[in-house]
């Protein structure tokens, strides 16, 4: 349950980092709307489906930095469950 809540009170910190890691000046979107749909479309469409379809590969990144994104949202979340867990709802 407190799983839940904390990933749903983090979605702003998603989504900002989400913009820290995938917004290069290269190619930055005007808000950070066009950037979560930018976004969308690098986990749904990867790299070598882009290739293999002719797509636009410039701004494609690769599934490392995807990975990472999502292994430091993850690591935040559990870290803000073991802080809460260890220091606030201490029995």
């Excluded at 930095?65 to 802080?83: D, M, Q, S």
């Amino acid at each position: 349950m407190l799983l839940t809540i904390l990933m749903i009170l983090n979605v702003p910190v998603y989504l900002f980092l989400a913009w820290v890691v995938f917004d290069t000046k290269e190619a930055a979107a005007d808000t950070i709307w066009d950037t979560l749909i930018a976004l969308l479309k690098i986990i749904f469409v990867p790299w070598y489906v882009r290739v293999l379809l002719n797509m636009d590969t410039t701004g494609a990144i690769g599934c490392l930095p995807i990975l990472a994104y999502v292994l430091a949202c993850a690591f935040l979340t559990y870290g803000e469950y073991w802080l809460l867990t260890k220091f606030v709802f201490t029995t």
